[in-house]
């Protein structure tokens, strides 16, 4: 007689892991933890000394134009005006003006912000130059801060560049550009 050998699956019971369990884990990996925490402040703090952001910032203040009367032969009253202040509406459309594609192409084309070589990607895709013109355009719009001042009619913009010079450059383009645009 051979005698069989019975196997009988015993229900196992699963409980969830508890906090105890979990910082078991970190204790015992302590050095582990220890330097990547040291590596991530290390590289964080690495890429704030040796990437500075500079951001340079113009206010353009908006005000009404004059209004010449007209000339006749006949004297005539003064024009009576019925407000001088601007309006908000009028602010947030100059603000918008400033954010305008066609302006934004013009300042990247003035401050020369499409002299930067292409990457291996960009040549292995043969991007095309308005292609690259709209990146560029995008990541100048994206960078470029613009938003009407409180309480006054300013508007106040702000461009982040990793290079002083090149802040300069485009905050002196937008505002030669805006102002041909108002010409």
Do not use: C, W
């Not at 196992?12 to 015992?28: I, W, Y």
């Not at 991530?40 to 206010?59: C, D, H, N, R």
């Amino acid at each position: 007689m051979s005698e069989e050998l019975r196997l009988v699956p015993r229900p196992v019971q699963v409980t969830a892991p508890t906090l105890r369990d979990l910082l078991a884990v970190v204790f015992r990996q302590k050095r582990l933890l220890g330097i990547s925490f040291a590596m991530v402040f290390l590289a964080t703090l690495a890429y704030g000394i040796f990437f500075p952001s500079y951001q340079s910032e113009m206010k353009v203040m908006i005000r009404r134009g004059r209004v010449d009367p007209m000339l006749t032969p006949t004297p005539t009253p003064p024009p009576q005006f019925a407000r001088n202040e601007v309006s908000e509406e009028e602010l947030n459309s100059e603000a918008e003006l400033l954010r305008d594609q066609d302006i934004l192409r013009t300042v990247a084309q003035q401050a020369n912000l499409l002299s930067k070589p292409d990457s291996l990607l960009a040549r292995l895709t043969g991007r095309t130059p308005e292609i690259k013109m709209e990146n560029t355009v995008r990541r100048l719009a994206r960078n470029l801060e613009i938003e009407p001042a409180k309480k006054a009619t300013m508007i106040v913009v702000r461009y982040r560049s990793s290079s002083p010079e090149q802040s300069r450059r485009v905050l002196g383009a937008l505002s030669e550009a805006y102002l041909k645009r108002h010409q």
